[in-house]
Structure formats: structure tokens, C-alpha cells
């Protein structure tokens, strides 16, 4: 299933579209980590229904807005929503079912910490891995609920209030996380990086090789040749900051 963009700024126009089409408690859901070096790969999840007003003034794709601005939004956003949650799938499990089931497993993390089961999750972009099988034996990694239904939408965190919180969510637990990390592996620097590939990083991973929170199956460099995961560069989706 998938809607067409409706509204370029974050609101809760396409929320209120699929609520009078009978899907009265929502889920925004969102990920951030997936082309890091290190650390997990995180989901957040925003549920909404018909009693929530407006977001709270700022709340925008997480990547657009500055540290200390997401932090800031964080209680506003726990506030607002009716419920949320943060999951993870950590860099041993991305080696072992590769990053996509990995988003799916945290996903699944994610919408089991709720109190409710929400009528359909709003994913941004136009790939459901929420809910598409990847990887044989996934169920056996968790016991969350099934997966609700899913519908895709582009660019939804940009124009969905409730795809935009949980980014947010998603973004500043992850950040915090890496942070607490980074006192024991000092030399990557994932206090400044969060774990993808900053030059600091990189040189650290030269001089030092990879340590039990990076991801070993992703050709690193300090490690020589190793065992491909399922991903591709492009799975990737690199960056510095997602």
C-alpha cells in the first residue's frame, strides 16, 4: 500500500486522510543508522490518533534539525504522541541477517514496547522492510507481535508529523547510545561521528582495526578480506549523520 506525498512541510494531513479511511491509531516509524560503521541500527515509532493536535513547533526530519534542538524536542514529542518506543538490532545481529532484516528486527523491538497495537505504520520511502521477508528464521530472533499493515510514503519524513517524531526519537536514543559507547573505544571517536565514516573513524579502523560494536562483515578497513553481508553498498545508504 502507499499514499502520494499530500504536503511538503510536516504535518498531520496524510495522518488524517488514512484515519478517516478507518485506521484510527497510527504509527510513524523511521530509522536512523543504517549506513554507520558501528553501532546499532535504530527504529523509532510515534503512534498518533485522532486526540493529537499539531506536532510540537519544530518537529522536522531529524537530520535537519541541530543536537541540541532534537533533544529539546524529545519530551515535547513523548508529550504529544500517545505512545512511543525506540528499537535496536545491534552489529552482531546486522552480521549475521544483514541490514535490512536487521531495520525489521528493530522495528519489530520497537512496536513490541508499545502498550497497543497500531491499525497501520506509516514507513518512509517506497520499500516496506518492515513487513517484506529477507531472511529466513527472522521470527525465531523475536517474539514481538505480528507486524501491523504498512503503507509506504516518500519523502514521509519530511511531511508527516508523526514519520518526523519518531526520527527524531530514533536519532537522539541512537546518538545518546554512541556517545556512552565511545568513553571505551576512544580512538574512533563516536562521541563526535556516532559510528559512521568520518575520517577519524576510518583512520582509527586503519590503525586499530574493528572492535565488537562495529559491523565486521562490511569490508572495514584495519581488517583485511572478510565474509560479505546481504547488503549492498547502496543497502548501505552511507552518510554522516541519517
Given at each position: 500500500?502507499?499514499?502520494r506525498?499530500?504536503?511538503?512541510?510536516?504535518?498531520?494531513r496524510v495522518?488524517?486522510?488514512?484515519?478517516?479511511q478507518?485506521?484510527a491509531?497510527l504509527a510513524?516509524?523511521?530509522?536512523?543508522?543504517?549506513g554507520?560503521?558501528?553501532?546499532?541500527v535504530?527504529?523509532?515509532v510515534?503512534l498518533v490518533?485522532a486526540?493529537?493536535?499539531?506536532a510540537?513547533?519544530?518537529?522536522k526530519d531529524?537530520?535537519?534539525l541541530?543536537p541540541?534542538v532534537?533533544e529539546?524536542?524529545?519530551?515535547?514529542i513523548?508529550?504529544w504522541?500517545?505512545a512511543?518506543?525506540?528499537?535496536?538490532?545491534?552489529?552482531a545481529e546486522i552480521?549475521?541477517?544483514g541490514i535490512?532484516?536487521?531495520?525489521?528486527?528493530?522495528g519489530r523491538?520497537?512496536?513490541?514496547?508499545?502498550p497497543?497495537?497500531p491499525?497501520?505504520?506509516?514507513l518512509?520511502?517506497?520499500?516496506?522492510?518492515?513487513?517484506?521477508?529477507?531472511e529466513?528464521g527472522?521470527?525465531?530472533?523475536?517474539c514481538?507481535?505480528?507486524?501491523?499493515?504498512?503503507?509506504?510514503l516518500i519523502?514521509?519524513d519530511?511531511?508527516?508529523?508523526s514519520?518526523?517524531?519518531?526520527?527524531v526519537?530514533?536519532?537522539?536514543?541512537r546518538?545518546?547510545?554512541?556517545?556512552?559507547?565511545?568513553g571505551?573505544?576512544a580512538?574512533?571517536?563516536?562521541?563526535?561521528?556516532k559510528g559512521y565514516a568520518?575520517?577519524e573513524?576510518l583512520?582509527a579502523?586503519?590503525?586499530?582495526?574493528?572492535?565488537?560494536?562495529h559491523r565486521r562483515?562490511?569490508?572495514l578497513p584495519?581488517q583485511?578480506?572478510?565474509n560479505?553481508?546481504d547488503d549492498?553498498?547502496?543497502?548501505?545508504d552511507?552518510?554522516?549523520?541519517?
Open positions: 500500500m502507499s499514499v506525498t499530500l504536503t511538503r512541510k510536516p504535518s498531520l495522518e488524517r486522510v488514512l484515519q478517516r478507518g485506521y491509531v510513524g516509524m523511521d530509522e536512523v543508522g543504517r554507520a560503521l558501528a553501532g546499532p535504530s527504529v523509532g510515534v490518533d486526540s493529537c493536535r499539531s510540537p513547533v519544530g518537529v531529524s537530520k535537519l541541530a541540541a532534537r529539546r524536542l524529545v519530551p515535547r513523548q508529550r504522541s500517545i512511543h518506543a525506540v528499537g535496536h538490532a545491534w552489529p552480521d549475521a541477517i535490512i532484516a536487521a531495520l525489521r528486527l528493530a523491538r520497537a512496536l513490541g514496547q508499545l497497543m497495537t491499525d497501520l505504520v506509516i518512509d520511502g517506497n520499500h516496506d522492510w518492515l513487513t517484506d521477508p529477507l529466513a527472522l521470527l525465531a530472533l523475536t514481538d507481535p505480528a507486524t501491523p499493515p504498512v503503507t509506504t519523502k514521509a519530511l511531511t508527516c508529523s514519520v518526523a517524531a519518531a526520527s526519537l530514533a536519532k537522539v536514543t546518538d545518546t547510545l554512541m556517545v556512552a559507547t565511545a571505551a573505544h580512538a574512533y571517536g563516536w562521541e563526535q561521528n568520518a575520517p573513524h583512520a579502523l586503519v590503525a586499530h582495526g574493528p572492535t565488537t560494536f562483515s562490511w569490508h584495519g583485511g578480506d572478510s560479505d553481508s549492498t553498498s547502496a543497502d548501505r552511507q552518510g554522516t549523520d541519517a
